[in-house]
């Protein structure tokens, strides 16, 4: 498998194809032509030596849950060379899987963009839109000759075909493998392919942190998805008084919050490429709605996971042995603003109590 980045040296017609305002191909049509429609014109038409590009740039655990559907399209497409697109600090996810021919880092400074926009210009016979942008939709089309995504999006009209609608409890991996279906394959119950392994590093962290130890993860993307700090402090107190070691992981959205967990054994800014092997090593993970409960949860280990207004059918975990604790939400499902309600803030109001039964319950032998 090949990584790819590209110089911020662009020219001005690179530039305007990377912030995607331009010379945008005119397609039509895109959001009337669901499954029944490709069944007649046959996506396989597009050739059996097929280059797929699967566009999801952001985020962590939305990338990771991309996966089953290109690890079903490189296992069940014959001659299908699977290729993905991603925003470059979750490049190194991605990497650690060899049924991907090719992992594509898009620039984080809009200047640089059009160089990848240029290199990948029509390289493909497919891309597949997961991401259901503006941005996005754009970009695929630029890449590729057909192009899948999903009804309902602002850009819709830029595929050639879109899937079904899926309803609001469909969890994310089924809607992912729903394109299956234009390939005339069935979509099999959806497999996580498993995380990956580096047993250096996993014994490094089980030397460092004396055996076996407990992941906390207090952090994410959005301030409204997260726990009160204060409450996985009690989380992390409760952890010591059972006997357990609390590692509390810290990523770039919570730089500022060192200082609080002065005390306590810390990981911060772990690279994506090492989530997995971290995950392996722990024995029990505790943590938002974010990334690292997905990848935690496919290593198999117990998996205790906080939602609040996120639908936690269509975005929770898979795994063995995962708990969901949810809060009720009074915003809509999903809801990726500010809260609507903040004197009543669904995940202010869950009670620790309730996240600690769940961690008693899922590891009731070993507390």
Not at 79 to 86: D, F, I
Not at 101 to 117: N, T
Request: aromatic share 10%.
């Amino acid at each position: 498998m090949h990584h790819s980045s590209f110089s911020p040296f662009v020219s001005q017609s690179e530039f305007d194809d990377g912030l995607l305002l331009r010379r945008t191909p005119q397609v039509g049509g895109g959001e009337d032509r669901h499954f029944q429609e490709s069944q007649n014109t046959g996506i396989n038409q597009v050739g059996s030596a097929m280059r797929i590009l699967i566009v999801r740039f952001k985020s962590l655990g939305d990338i990771f849950l991309s996966l089953p559907l290109a690890l079903e399209l490189a296992q069940r497409i014959s001659k299908a060379r699977v290729e993905v697109v991603v925003d470059e600090q979750y490049g190194g996810l991605p990497e650690r899987y060899d049924f991907l021919e090719r992992v594509w880092s898009r620039p984080s400074a809009w200047f640089a963009r059009g160089a990848l926009a240029r290199v990948l210009r029509g390289g493909f016979d497919l891309a597949i839109d997961l991401q259901g942008t503006p941005a996005s939709a754009v970009f695929a089309r630029l890449a590729a000759r057909k192009v899948l995504g999903f009804p309902g999006k602002r850009f819709s009209f830029l595929y050639d075909w879109t899937s079904p609608a899926m309803s609001e409890d469909t969890h994310t991996i089924e809607g992912n493998l729903a394109f299956l279906r234009y390939f005339g394959e069935e979509p099999p119950e959806g497999r996580i392919p498993p995380v990956a392994s580096d047993e250096r590093y996993e014994k490094e962290l089980r030397e460092r942190f004396g055996g076996e130890f407990t992941l906390i993860h207090p952090g994410g993307r959005f301030a409204h998805k997260r726990y009160p700090r204060e409450r996985f402090r009690r989380i992390a107190e409760w952890l010591r008084e059972k006997g357990r070691r609390p590692v509390v992981l810290l990523g770039p959205d919570e730089a500022g919050d060192v200082s609080c967990w002065s005390h306590y054994d810390r990981l911060e800014d772990v690279s994506p490429d090492r989530l997995g092997p971290l995950m392996r090593a722990a024995s029990l993970f505790i943590g938002n709605d974010s990334g690292p409960a997905h990848i935690a949860a496919a290593a198999g280990i117990p998996t205790v996971v906080i939602f609040g207004p996120t639908n936690r059918f269509r975005w929770s975990p898979r795994g063995n042995a995962v708990r969901v604790v949810s809060a009720l939400c009074r915003c809509p499902p999903g809801w990726a603003k500010p809260c609507l309600h903040p004197e009543q803030w669904c995940l202010g109001r869950l009670p620790v109590e309730e996240v600690l039964r769940a961690v008693e319950d899922l590891g009731r032998k070993k507390l």
